[in-house]
């Protein structure tokens, strides 16, 4: 079955044909970074009017590329949320249209169910991306369940526990900013350019990771899927001595990336001698090179470190078959190497166009849900710009 799949949810316009769930014949990622860099961060209406300008050369382009017409597809699915109003509402009404006048069951999608299926995409036809473009590296199998998944992206930063494809709950998840978030707040305090997650990392390589000491914030909240799948699973706790937790107390897998980030801003206040009402886009001017590389690897140190020490601490509660990890900060590398230290089972990464927002993991979920849930009526399939799974 092949399925056309549209992903609208921020400021990526993006098209992909997969077939079965694990082979991708197309992948078109329409980036805006361009546009919004100038303003430092995504500009909601700007983003749904580019979605607008470019949604369908984009499909014709992903339909080109696979080398197919419409009579080769047999269904659409599109991001319903979470993410912007009016960037979701350009995929969705498309999507609607298309499912409608084409006379094709519609699958609207969960954006972050979608993160976590880029990891099913193990086969890639030799043109998927374009005709002369990089060929995909995937990893070789699906993931096995059960699954711990790390997802970390503007939007989200949450530890997820699936034992089968209908049953997935986050046992943790961040009570405020993302963690990709924070990397861009924090680049924007150190005169980083947008997008702050990956400038962030390249100043970092220069940095001094100790140099400034940032507290890892505590949290206790104990999320309820966490505390569900911890009565079904008859929950001992490990020994301690066993488990890296970020503190002894804190058996919770919830995040706070808010703090880190003002931390930062804290420190960064004090090493160049200003009080904290004082403008916090003044503050880069004031910092010499070595300084700002020093502050983006020591975030990055504890960002990263706060995030392991959780995933490795659930992951020796709950012994998953297999650690996947998703989103666009899955794109750090020295994210992904401190995770394979710290977890005792080899993990495949989704290659970088996979782990950032694109359509493929879109049409991935579908092809689940036409195997369960089965399609939605394109006449009332409505927007979700914040649905909680
Ligand atoms: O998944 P994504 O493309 O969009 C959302 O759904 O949010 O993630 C974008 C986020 C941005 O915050 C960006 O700064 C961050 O991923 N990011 C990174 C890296 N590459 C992208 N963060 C840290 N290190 C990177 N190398
Ligand atoms: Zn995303």
Redesign the pocket.
């Given at each position: 079955m092949n399925i056309l799949a549209i992903e609208t949810?921020?400021?990526?316009t993006s098209v992909a044909i997969v077939e079965n769930g694990n082979t991708l014949h197309s992948l078109v990622v329409n980036s805006q970074i361009d546009i919004h860099a100038a303003f430092g961060g995504v500009i909601p209406e700007i983003a749904a009017r580019s979605h607008i300008e470019v949604m369908i050369p984009v499909i014709e382009q992903g339909l080109q590329q696979a080398d197919m017409t419409w009579s080769d597809i047999d269904a659409i699915a599109v991001t319903q949320g979470p993410?912007l109003l009016g960037s979701l509402l350009i995929g969705v009404v498309t999507a609607r249209t298309l499912a409608w006048s084409l006379d094709k069951p519609l699958y609207p999608i969960h954006?972050i169910l979608g993160?976590i299926y880029a990891n099913w995409i193990t086969k890639a036809t030799p043109d998927a991306l374009g005709e002369g473009k990089k060929q995909l590296v995937l990893p070789e199998k699906e993931p096995e369940f059960p699954v711990l998944a790390l997802i970390?992206?503007?939007?989200?930063s949450q530890i997820m526990y699936g034992r089968s494809h209908t049953d997935w709950r986050v046992i943790g998840r961040t009570q405020d900013d993302?963690?990709?978030?924070?990397?861009?707040k924090v680049?924007k305090v150190l005169g980083l350019p947008?997008?702050?997650?990956?400038?962030?990392?390249?100043a970092a390589e220069s940095g001094d990771p100790p140099k400034y000491k940032l507290p890892m914030p505590s949290v206790h909240t104990i999320d309820p899927g966490l505390a569900d799948l911890r009565t079904e699973t008859n929950y001992s706790p490990a020994p301690s001595t066993k488990i890296h937790l970020p503190k002894s107390s804190d058996t919770s897998y919830n995040f706070s990336f808010s703090g880190l980030k003002t931390a930062v801003l804290r420190a960064v206040q004090k090493e160049v001698g200003v009080a904290h009402d004082f403008p916090s886009f003044e503050l880069a001017e004031k910092l010499n090179q070595t300084q700002i590389a020093d502050f983006a690897a020591s975030f990055?140190a504890k960002?990263v470190e706060y995030l392991v020490s959780k995933t490795a601490a659930a992951y020796h509660e709950f012994h998953p078959k297999t650690v996947i990890i998703?989103?666009?900060?899955?794109?750090?590398?020295?994210?992904r190497q401190a995770l394979s230290e710290a977890i005792p089972i080899p993990i495949e990464y989704a290659p970088?166009i996979l782990?950032?927002?694109?359509a493929a993991m879109i049409g991935v979920v579908a092809h689940y849900a036409s195997l369960t849930t089965g399609p939605s009526d394109p006449h009332s399939v409505e927007v979700k710009p914040s649905w909680p799974l």
């Open positions: 949810s921020c400021d990526e993410g954006h993160h970390v992206s503007g939007g989200h993302a963690v990709g978030e924070a990397f861009d680049a947008y997008p702050g997650g990956p400038s962030l990392s390249k990055q960002a998703g989103g666009g900060v899955a794109a750090s590398q020295p994210l970088h782990c950032t927002d694109n």
